[in-house]
């Protein structure tokens, strides 16, 4: 029976999305909730697998192609692989006995050492320049599978400590002609195409400010290492810098409500919440999945919500909601190196604020100089809705809470 294979329905939000991705091929053989085909929109990636046992009888959307919500991508055929009529039923099977006979042939490609390798082993040697012979076979009369050579691949890395790492597909070295000047067109996905619209917007729409300070970041730090074993072991996850920013910045939005609302038009809009986002960088680009209700969370959950959503994000797995919403974007160029930074604010919101590389300086501490942890913040604003004198306070609270984390308890 043939089925018609349709692109998700897409949120309000989501007008159309691509076609990113086709990972199976008209005629192949899939099981019920394997990965047929991506599509990407411009917040995430969405997957659609499977109906049921069968093959794909179609594409009808080729890859790059738009879509639309809902819109027919290809057909589906559900039943036996080959199968394709009862009237055909004698030649399909003749048809597979002839294909057992060449696989099982082809499964006997010997080497020069005489080593008996499956075809997929044989592809997977060559391409790691692995000697067949040098390869303790573990499959059916000692047949080498593609277990284990890559079995042997892993152990030859281990072993040589002087190896390097083998380079991303990206970074790969070409060898070409010297004076050869190279260049390559890729298309830009509908991600990044999004997300550089949105930055576009925002600068040319708001009145964009950047204030600075700077943190003594000891404090936090010392207590981190005092406790960070017995947190381990009662919550089991480690205890980061983000989650303490993540609450200062909570406490900080209830004392500056400007800095925690949008603009709708013409419209203020204050938010009683705080559902804070934190920019995480992906192959596809930045994307700000947004930790609900930061209040009510202790370090612990904002931890366990940050790997959440670090996991997820890597894996391309996160979904229209997680990146819905937020009232305050937290984004962290420090752990790339950043020293100080201007970010861009993510619309609608009013303000983001920006973390950067901890950085030992001296600093003149009761008359003296000392050598301190130092961190600048950079606190980015729309001026049309936050006022230079409330950006700046609020920098300035969340610099004091930082620095004394006894005040995100006490509330002063």
Same mark, same amino acid.
């Not at 990407?40 to 990636?45: F, H, I, M």
């Not at 804070?276 to 960088?281: D, M, P, Q, T, Y």
């Not at 913040?377 to 306070?393: F, I, N, P, T, W």
């Given at each position: 029976?043939?089925?018609?294979?349709?692109a998700?329905v897409?949120?309000?939000s989501?007008?159309?999305?691509?076609?990113?991705?086709?990972?199976?091929?008209?005629?192949?053989?899939?099981?019920?909730?394997?990965?047929?085909?991506?599509i990407?929109?411009?917040?995430?990636?969405l997957?659609?697998?499977?109906?049921?046992?069968?093959?794909?009888?179609?594409?009808?959307?080729?890859?790059?192609?738009?879509?639309?919500?809902?819109?027919?991508?290809?057909?589906?055929?559900?039943?036996?692989?080959?199968d394709?009529?009862?009237?055909?039923?004698?030649?399909?099977?003749?048809?597979?006995?002839?294909?057992?006979?060449?696989?099982?042939?082809?499964?006997?490609?010997?080497?020069?050492?005489?080593?008996?390798?499956?075809?997929?082993?044989?592809?997977?040697?060559?391409?790691?320049?692995v000697?067949?012979?040098?390869?303790?076979?573990?499959?059916?009369?000692?047949?080498?599978?593609?277990?284990?050579?890559?079995?042997?691949?892993?152990?030859?890395?281990?072993?040589?400590?002087?190896?390097?790492?083998?380079?991303p597909?990206?970074?790969?070295?070409?060898?070409?002609?010297?004076?050869?000047? %190279?260049?390559?067109? /890729?298309?830009?996905? #509908?991600?990044?195409?999004?997300?550089?619209? =949105?930055? @576009?917007? $925002?600068?040319?729409?708001?009145?964009?400010?950047?204030?600075?300070?700077?943190?003594?970041?000891?404090?936090?730090?010392?207590?981190?290492?005092?406790?960070?074993?017995?947190?381990?072991?009662?919550?089991?996850?480690?205890?980061?810098?983000?989650?303490?920013?993540?609450?200062?910045?909570?406490?900080?939005?209830?004392?500056?409500?400007?800095?925690?609302?949008?603009?709708?038009?013409?419209?203020?809009?204050?938010?009683g919440?705080?559902? %804070?986002?934190?920019? /995480?960088?992906t192959? #596809?680009?930045?994307?700000?999945?947004?930790? =609900?209700? @930061?209040? $009510?969370?202790?370090?612990?959950?904002i931890e366990?919500?940050?790997?959440?959503y670090?996991?997820?994000?890597?894996?391309?797995?996160?979904?229209?909601?997680?990146?819905?919403?937020?009232?305050?974007?937290?984004?962290?160029?420090?752990?790339?190196?950043?020293?100080?930074?201007t970010?861009?604010?993510?619309?609608p919101?009013?303000?983001?604020?920006?973390?950067?590389?901890?950085?030992?300086?001296?600093?003149?501490?009761?008359?003296?100089?000392?050598?301190?942890?130092m961190?600048?913040?950079?606190?980015?604003?729309?001026?049309?809705?936050?006022?230079?004198?409330?950006?700046?306070?609020?920098?300035?609270?969340?610099?004091e809470?930082?620095?004394?984390?006894?005040?995100?308890?006490?509330?002063?």
């Open positions: 029976m043939s089925t018609e294979i349709k998700p897409f949120p309000e989501v007008a159309e999305g691509t076609v990113a991705t086709w990972h199976k091929k008209p005629g192949e053989a899939c099981s019920r909730d394997d990965l047929i085909v991506d990407e929109t411009d917040k995430v990636v997957e659609v697998v499977a109906p049921a046992d069968g093959v794909i009888e179609e594409i009808i959307k080729d890859e790059g192609d738009t879509v639309e919500s809902g819109e027919v991508v290809g057909k589906f055929k559900e039943g036996a692989v080959g394709s009529g009862s009237s055909d039923n004698k030649d399909s099977k003749d048809s597979k006995a002839d294909d057992d006979k060449s696989d099982a042939k082809a499964e006997q490609v010997q080497s020069s050492d005489d080593a008996i390798l499956s075809p997929a082993a044989r592809k997977l040697a060559d391409e790691n320049s000697d067949p012979g040098s390869v303790k076979g573990t499959g059916k009369d000692g047949r080498v599978t593609k277990e284990d050579v890559k079995n042997h691949v892993d152990s030859a890395k281990s072993s040589s400590g002087s190896s390097k790492p083998a380079a597909a990206s970074m790969l070295e070409v060898n070409v002609a010297a004076g050869e000047r %190279i260049e390559k067109r /890729v298309p830009m996905t #509908r991600l990044r195409s999004s997300i550089a619209k =949105r930055l @576009v917007n $925002a600068q040319q729409t708001a009145a964009m400010l950047t204030t600075f300070n700077e943190v003594d970041m000891g404090p936090i730090m010392e207590l981190r290492k005092q406790y960070q074993e017995s947190f381990v072991k009662r919550h089991e996850i480690k205890l980061g810098f983000m989650s303490f920013f993540a609450k200062a910045s909570t406490e900080a939005l209830k004392r500056f409500p400007a800095v925690n609302a949008s603009i709708d038009d013409n419209d203020m809009v204050y938010h919440y705080q559902d %804070i986002g934190v920019a /995480v960088s192959e #596809r680009g930045l994307v700000v999945p947004v930790i =609900r209700d @930061v209040d $009510a969370l202790g370090l612990a959950d366990k919500k940050i790997v959440e670090g996991t997820k994000a890597k894996g391309g797995k996160l979904s229209i909601d997680d990146m819905t919403g937020g009232t305050f974007t937290i984004t962290n160029g420090g752990i790339f190196g950043s020293l100080i930074s970010p861009i604010l993510n619309p919101q009013t303000a983001i604020l920006g973390m950067h590389k901890i950085q030992e300086r001296p600093m003149a501490i009761n008359g003296k100089v000392e050598i301190r942890p961190m600048y913040l950079a606190l980015s604003y729309d001026h049309r809705m936050v006022d230079g004198k409330e950006a700046v306070q609020f920098l300035v609270a969340i610099k809470m930082l620095e004394d984390p006894a005040r995100i308890l006490l509330d002063v």
